[in-house]
């Protein structure tokens, strides 16, 4: 994962941001009203926009994103290669997104055949090179794939795309340890105030004794077994003086 830190609101951030989102759904309106028929853009949600953002990094980003879509050109009605039809803005974001998501996948896949012997057999290795080949797809796709394989591009495609990852693996991680009632593992859990920290410092460690899945796509990390060694607990800790 590259490093990131996470975003800390101000109060002229959340004005920012509702007003760019509150300007992006009256264009929609305006939108829906002179061509009801087209495919354009939903109108957004202002606390999902927002909880949905995780870096500096990203929040300017959106800023920007929705800013364009006052653009008249970028309303105009579009047609792929394959036939899908959207706005200008909605296939430029789209494109935006891929090739963001494409320079991390691909850099994920190098580091991942750089460690293995063979390049082949690994699973997550299977998993990026079947990302991408979808993802080369895209502008020739007809318009239930361009649907599908837009849905996965624009999610895997956001610029704080670790941050939200390691997020919601330690949000997990202390959901799991409270289930348990281990008290001094979420305590120590929440030490971390960065995520990616606290990801780093897990992921290769003997602590963390837990299948883990994350599923991209959904945007969900479940837990199946949990271990009860207390040795475990003294793995975490010493995890944390070390980042101190």
């Known amino acids: 994962m590259a490093r990131q830190s996470p975003i800390n609101w101000n109060r002229s951030d959340y004005g920012n941001l509702l007003k760019a989102v509150n300007k992006f759904n009256k264009e929609v309106e305006k939108l829906m009203y002179i061509n009801p028929d087209a495919n354009i853009p939903e109108k ?39 036939g899908y039809e959207l706005t200008r803005w909605q296939r430029n974001e789209i494109n935006r997104a891929k090739r963001r998501a494409e320079r991390r996948l691909e850099s994920e896949l190098y580091s991942l055949e750089a460690q293995s012997s063979f390049g ?53 991680f202390i959901k799991a340890y409270k289930k348990m009632g281990r008290k001094e593992i979420v305590r120590i859990a929440k030490r971390f105030k960065n995520p990616m920290d606290f990801w780093e410092k897990i992921k ?41």
Not at 52 to 62: G, S
Not at 212 to 231: H, P, R, T, V, W
Request: avoid cysteine.
């Open 120 to 172: 082949t057999g690994n699973t997550r290795l299977n998993e990026i090179r079947s990302t991408l080949e979808s993802y080369s797809k895209l502008s020739t796709a007809d318009p239930e794939d361009y649907k599908r394989i837009s849905g996965s591009v624009l999610r895997q495609g956001v610029s704080d795309y670790d941050m939200k990852k390691a997020s919601i693996f330690q949000e997990n």
């Open 44 to 82: 957004l949600i202002y606390k999902d926009v927002r909880k949905n953002i995780y870096t500096r990094r990203e929040f300017n980003r959106v800023i920007k994103s929705l800013g364009r879509f006052s653009n008249e050109k970028e309303q105009e009605i579009v047609k792929t290669k394959g």
């Open 204 to 244: 290769d460690s003997n602590f963390a004794d837990i299948k883990m899945k994350y599923d991209e796509d959904a945007g969900l990390i479940q837990f199946g077994e949990y271990s009860k060694d207390d040795n475990y607990i003294y793995d975490l800790l010493r995890l944390v003086d070390e980042l101190e």
